[in-house]
């Protein structure tokens, strides 16, 4: 050993290998002197997982595809398909507040008489924009069988249509009266081109003003008619019926198993360190002795 070694209170093995260093070696002979706990740990990781498998109820997911109400457009040949009623992000931000839920969809949803029913509903449901379609949100609804996350589905679209067809009623109502008026109007117009033609004032000023405006209240009459009678053609409406598949989503199997396992593993491994090194200590303070 050279002085340097004996002044820094260092010891070197006779190969050169500083006593502190760990090598591959030692950390094999680590391994099989622990493999046991760490094995046992596993297994009690995987015995976890199976009792958390088996504890934990199983959760089925409806989805559905849901177009949203419209109101005829006032000119077909700028926007033949209509105008939203509600924007699929105003829908979105609705439904995530818990004073938007009815006691009929708390009760679809299996949640009647369970506390903060309307928050648990808030937060367990998933309303998304359809990807590429401005008019479409999706929905995701959750039960503990196939059957109950269908059933909630039908209540919060049921939910989405009323409170759709609230929102266009008054302009529908509008559309009505307007209507009514313009023909009024325009049977007036009618009336006095008829005398016109018969007096013979057929090229007067009131007579060409007055046939002008014929012609524009039977275009606004044709559009307002559009946006009253297709008023049922574009009200909410299911894209495709409600899917609920007979495969849970919860739990998942495999990320339980896995995690047990691994989580055993780890904690195993820590133990037998923590058991090692207590050892060195004890070694240690017995030849310092």
């Not at 109820?57 to 398909?81: C, L, R």
Request: with cysteine; glycine share 6%.
């Amino acid at each position: 050993m050279s002085q340097q070694d004996r002044s820094s209170g260092v010891h070197s093995s006779p190969n050169g290998r500083d006593d502190n260093d760990i090598s591959l070696i030692d950390i094999l002979r680590f391994l099989k002197s622990a493999y046991k706990a760490i094995a046992i740990f596993g297994l009690a990781g995987i015995a976890l997982s199976i009792a958390y498998l088996a504890m934990t109820s199983k959760q089925y997911e409806a989805s559905v595809q849901i177009a949203m109400a419209q109101i005829g457009a006032t000119n077909n040949n700028i926007n033949p398909p209509g105008i939203n009623i509600e924007e699929p992000a105003l829908l979105i931000s609705r439904l995530s507040s818990p004073t938007s839920y009815t006691p009929e969809v708390i009760a679809a949803c299996g949640l009647q008489g369970q506390a903060n029913a309307t928050v648990s509903l808030s937060k367990s449901i998933k309303l998304t924009p359809a990807k590429g379609v401005a008019s479409v949100v999706e929905l995701k609804t959750f039960g503990l069988t196939p059957q109950a996350a269908q059933e909630c589905a039908l209540g919060v679209f049921e939910l989405i249509k009323t409170t759709q067809a609230q929102i266009v009623a008054p302009y529908i109502e509008e559309a009505k009266i307007k209507l009514a008026d313009d023909q009024e109007r325009l049977q007036k117009a009618k009336d006095l081109v008829a005398r016109s033609d018969k007096s013979g004032a057929a090229m007067s000023a009131s007579y060409l003003s007055t046939r002008d405006e014929i012609r524009y209240l039977l275009d606004e009459i044709t559009a307002l008619k559009n946006v009253v009678t297709s008023n049922q053609n574009r009200a909410t409406r299911m894209v495709a019926p409600i899917y609920a598949s007979d495969t849970p989503i919860a739990p998942k199997k495999r990320m339980a198993l896995a995690a047990g396992l691994l989580g055993g593993l780890f904690l195993g491994l820590l133990i037998a360190l923590a058991r090692q090194m207590v050892l060195m200590l004890k070694s240690a303070s017995v030849g310092v002795l």
